[in-house]
Nanobody, 128 residues
Framework: QVRLVESGGGLARAGGSLRLSCTFS????????MGWFRQAPGKEREFVSYIHMNGDYLVYSDTVKGRFTVSRDNAKNTMYLQMNSLKLEDTAVYYC?????????????????????WGQGTQVTVSS
Protein backbone atom coordinates (compact mmCIF):
# COMPACT_ATOMS: atom_id res chain seq x y z
CA GLN A 1 0.00 0.00 0.00
CA VAL A 2 1.54 3.28 -1.14
CA ARG A 3 1.64 5.97 1.49
CA LEU A 4 2.68 9.60 1.18
CA VAL A 5 3.35 11.77 4.20
CA GLU A 6 4.06 15.49 4.00
CA SER A 7 5.96 17.43 6.63
CA GLY A 8 7.63 20.79 7.06
CA GLY A 9 4.64 23.08 6.88
CA GLY A 10 4.03 25.84 9.37
CA LEU A 11 4.00 29.59 9.80
CA ALA A 12 6.40 31.84 7.93
CA ARG A 13 6.73 35.56 7.36
CA ALA A 14 6.30 37.04 3.92
CA GLY A 15 9.68 36.90 2.24
CA GLY A 16 10.71 33.92 4.31
CA SER A 17 11.28 30.29 3.45
CA LEU A 18 9.96 26.84 4.24
CA ARG A 19 10.96 23.40 3.04
CA LEU A 20 8.34 20.73 2.60
CA SER A 21 9.13 17.03 2.49
CA CYS A 22 7.07 14.16 1.13
CA THR A 23 8.06 10.72 2.31
CA PHE A 24 7.00 7.79 0.14
CA SER A 25 6.54 4.16 1.18
CA UNK A 26 4.93 0.98 -0.04
CA UNK A 27 6.39 0.67 -3.52
CA UNK A 28 9.38 1.65 -5.69
CA UNK A 29 9.60 5.42 -5.40
CA UNK A 30 11.66 5.84 -8.56
CA UNK A 31 8.77 4.39 -10.59
CA UNK A 32 6.52 7.29 -9.66
CA UNK A 33 6.27 10.74 -11.11
CA MET A 34 5.49 13.18 -8.34
CA GLY A 35 3.70 16.47 -7.98
CA TRP A 36 2.90 19.19 -5.50
CA PHE A 37 -0.52 20.78 -5.35
CA ARG A 38 -2.07 23.28 -2.97
CA GLN A 39 -5.53 24.32 -1.94
CA ALA A 40 -6.46 27.57 -0.27
CA PRO A 41 -9.77 28.02 1.56
CA GLY A 42 -12.63 28.44 -0.86
CA LYS A 43 -10.45 27.69 -3.87
CA GLU A 44 -9.88 24.68 -6.09
CA ARG A 45 -6.83 22.49 -5.82
CA GLU A 46 -4.01 24.14 -7.76
CA PHE A 47 -0.99 22.62 -9.47
CA VAL A 48 2.31 23.83 -8.04
CA SER A 49 5.12 21.65 -9.37
CA TYR A 50 5.98 18.37 -11.08
CA ILE A 51 9.08 16.21 -11.06
CA HIS A 52 9.69 13.24 -13.31
CA MET A 53 10.76 9.80 -12.03
CA ASN A 54 14.50 10.39 -12.21
CA GLY A 55 14.29 14.10 -11.44
CA ASP A 56 15.47 15.26 -14.86
CA TYR A 57 12.30 17.10 -15.80
CA LEU A 58 10.84 19.79 -13.57
CA VAL A 59 7.81 22.01 -14.07
CA TYR A 60 6.46 24.90 -12.03
CA SER A 61 3.30 26.92 -12.14
CA ASP A 62 3.76 30.53 -13.16
CA THR A 63 2.79 31.66 -9.67
CA VAL A 64 5.75 29.92 -8.01
CA LYS A 65 8.35 29.83 -10.78
CA GLY A 66 11.61 31.37 -9.65
CA ARG A 67 10.69 31.07 -5.95
CA PHE A 68 10.04 27.36 -5.39
CA THR A 69 12.35 24.44 -6.18
CA VAL A 70 11.23 20.83 -6.38
CA SER A 71 13.68 17.95 -5.95
CA ARG A 72 13.70 14.29 -5.07
CA ASP A 73 16.08 11.81 -3.53
CA ASN A 74 15.16 8.36 -4.80
CA ALA A 75 17.59 6.73 -2.38
CA LYS A 76 15.67 8.29 0.52
CA ASN A 77 12.19 7.86 -1.02
CA THR A 78 11.59 11.55 -0.48
CA MET A 79 10.52 14.56 -2.52
CA TYR A 80 11.11 18.14 -1.42
CA LEU A 81 9.70 21.56 -2.12
CA GLN A 82 11.95 24.46 -1.16
CA MET A 83 9.81 27.57 -0.93
CA ASN A 84 11.59 30.92 -0.88
CA SER A 85 10.35 34.51 -1.06
CA LEU A 86 7.02 33.41 0.33
CA LYS A 87 3.98 35.57 -0.33
CA LEU A 88 0.69 35.88 1.52
CA GLU A 89 -1.03 34.19 -1.40
CA ASP A 90 1.10 31.06 -0.89
CA THR A 91 -1.01 30.29 2.18
CA ALA A 92 -2.70 26.94 1.56
CA VAL A 93 -2.69 23.27 2.40
CA TYR A 94 0.06 21.67 0.35
CA TYR A 95 -0.33 18.13 -0.93
CA CYS A 96 2.14 15.77 -2.53
CA UNK A 97 0.90 13.27 -5.06
CA UNK A 98 2.35 10.38 -6.99
CA UNK A 99 1.45 8.31 -10.00
CA UNK A 100 2.98 5.67 -12.22
CA UNK A 101 1.15 6.85 -15.32
CA UNK A 102 1.53 10.60 -14.95
CA UNK A 103 2.88 11.75 -18.30
CA UNK A 104 5.33 14.53 -19.00
CA UNK A 105 2.66 16.60 -20.74
CA UNK A 106 0.89 19.54 -19.10
CA UNK A 107 -2.52 18.00 -19.64
CA UNK A 108 -1.33 15.08 -17.55
CA UNK A 109 0.85 16.43 -14.77
CA UNK A 110 -1.30 19.53 -14.13
CA UNK A 111 -4.43 17.42 -13.67
CA UNK A 112 -4.85 16.21 -10.11
CA UNK A 113 -7.02 13.35 -11.35
CA UNK A 114 -3.97 11.82 -13.05
CA UNK A 115 -2.30 11.03 -9.75
CA UNK A 116 -3.03 7.79 -7.91
CA UNK A 117 -1.85 8.56 -4.41
CA TRP A 118 -2.03 11.61 -2.16
CA GLY A 119 -0.67 12.68 1.17
CA GLN A 120 -2.82 14.12 3.92
CA GLY A 121 -1.57 17.65 3.33
CA THR A 122 0.46 20.11 5.37
CA GLN A 123 -0.63 23.65 6.20
CA VAL A 124 1.53 26.55 5.09
CA THR A 125 0.58 29.95 6.46
CA VAL A 126 2.37 33.09 5.37
CA SER A 127 1.90 36.20 7.48
CA SER A 128 2.81 39.82 6.88
Amino acid sequence: QVRLVESGGGLARAGGSLRLSCTFSGDTFSSYAMGWFRQAPGKEREFVSYIHMNGDYLVYSDTVKGRFTVSRDNAKNTMYLQMNSLKLEDTAVYYCAGGVYVGAQPASFRNHLTYDYWGQGTQVTVSS
